[in-house]
């Protein structure tokens, strides 16, 4: 169970299940273990000054995407959070597009409905977790727990040891941008920064970097953390 040094009143019943929700357990093997991969678009890149506007989710069960359990929810940015003009040659989303999405207090529980008791994938932990944290923290005063990988991370992970096999100098930086690392894989990329084909696009090169492990050994779920763990 998940204990609170000062648990906030009146924690909808969405929050209190995801937080006190048994953790997978690291010594399973990995296909026995439930992911959720999530990527989110914002109004800016500082989780602390922005805001969420779109959140995509895929699940991987049994080492499967359930697309059939896909989900993505547009939200409506509190009025001290508008859209910066350079997001928006990103991702293209306007102020009329988030008009009438649901507001931040809606979507979160719906969110972490479908993190509750999964293990949470993301690309770049420092943006997806980051704002995940930031709406928490101001929805109901907690953290978002763990366990969580990063395939960023685990894409440094492989890259490192490659370099290390080569002999190549380390001042050589690896390439770790989502789309790069999915065509190096040879994996389909779908239009870029739409949450959902995102979070798709992340599935779909965390199991070609899982099935990298598999060459050596059956990874357990302890192995992908070690190498790509991001979050307690």
């Known amino acids: 169970m998940f204990l609170f040094r000062r648990r906030p009143a009146h924690l909808p019943e969405s929050v209190v299940a995801y937080l006190e929700a048994q953790r997978p357990d690291p010594a399973l093997p990995w296909r026995a273990a439930p992911y959720s991969v999530m990527d989110v678009e914002t109004t800016g890149l500082n989780p602390r000054r922005d805001a969420l506007l779109a959140i995509g989710l895929v699940e991987i069960d049994e080492g499967r995407i359930r697309m059939d359990r896909r989900w993505y929810t547009l939200v409506h940015p509190p009025d001290d959070a508008p859209i910066n003009p350079e997001s928006i040659r990103i991702h293209g989303l306007l102020p009329q597009d988030v008009e009438h999405a649901p507001p931040l207090d809606a979507v979160v529980p719906d969110v972490l409905r479908r993190l509750t008791g999964r293990v949470l994938v993301v690309h770049v932990a420092d943006v997806d977790i980051g704002f995940l ?57 779908y239009p870029e920064h739409n949450a959902f084909n995102d979070a798709l696009t992340t599935a779909q090169l965390f199991l070609a970097q899982v099935s990298m492990f598999e060459a050596q050994s059956t990874p357990r779920l302890r192995d992908l953390l070690r190498a790509g763990g991001c979050l307690r």
């Open 133 to 189: 944290r930031q709406a928490m923290r101001r929805l109901y005063g907690v953290d978002p727990r763990g366990p969580a990988i990063d395939t960023a991370r685990l894409a440094w992970h492989f890259q490192r040891h490659q370099r290390l096999i080569e002999g190549l100098g380390s001042e050589q930086e690896p390439a770790l941008q989502l789309r790069a690392l999915a065509e190096s894989l040879g994996l389909p990329v």
